[in-house]
């Protein structure tokens, strides 16, 4: 086993092991002779610090962070093969915790998330692709206006105390319900 892996195992059974004292690189225990450099905080990962051996040094885990990004299309392309999504749509989120009467333009890739509805009003839905529309219907049973292009809703009205989620693809929707209390 090399010490890359057996200090990796080690990190991952630190709390089991107790001390970093009790986990060596070359059989000897810990310390900066078997690569092991003082320091480091709990949480803190030992990753190595070059291609020499025994050179390592911590890192501070909450220094990571996550930011949006922006990717291209071939780039969007190639994420979707690298997770065997082939022609997936990357669903992007769209939510409003505030609006109780809403009318949505929706476009193919969405989804959209609202909490209770009074009213929904769908306008200029895409001809071709997926998206979703997720709402409650409160006490009051919310009121929904829908163009009858959308097959499969052309009779939609929602009931009270429910949570409902629709999904389209190509102007043909499927319709998930769930009762809630009020």
Do not use: C
Not at 123 to 148: D, H, K, Q, V
């Amino acid at each position: 086993m090399s010490n890359e892996m057996l200090l990796v195992n080690a990190v991952d059974e630190m709390g089991a092991l107790g001390t970093a004292s009790k986990i060596g690189g070359n059989g000897g225990g810990g310390g900066a002779a078997n690569g092991i450099p003082s320091g480091g905080s709990a949480g803190d990962l030992l990753i190595k610090a070059s291609s020499t051996d025994y050179d390592a040094t911590w890192f501070d885990l909450s220094v990571v962070r996550f930011a949006a990004q922006s990717l291209t299309d071939g780039e969007k392309a190639q994420a979707r093969s690298n997770i065997g999504a082939g022609d997936a749509i990357a669903v992007r989120v769209t939510k409003d915790s505030v609006s109780t009467n809403v009318t949505v333009t929706p476009e193919a890739g969405y989804r959209y998330e609202y909490e209770e509805l009074a009213s929904l009003t769908i306008s200029s839905p895409p001809a071709t692709g997926e998206y979703s529309i997720i709402f409650t219907s409160g006490s009051t049973a919310t009121t929904t206006t829908i163009p009858n292009t959308i097959l499969g809703l052309e009779s939609f009205a929602a009931s009270a105390n429910t949570l409902y989620e629709i999904n389209v693809l190509d102007n043909r929707a499927v319709v998930g319900s769930w009762a809630v209390s009020s």
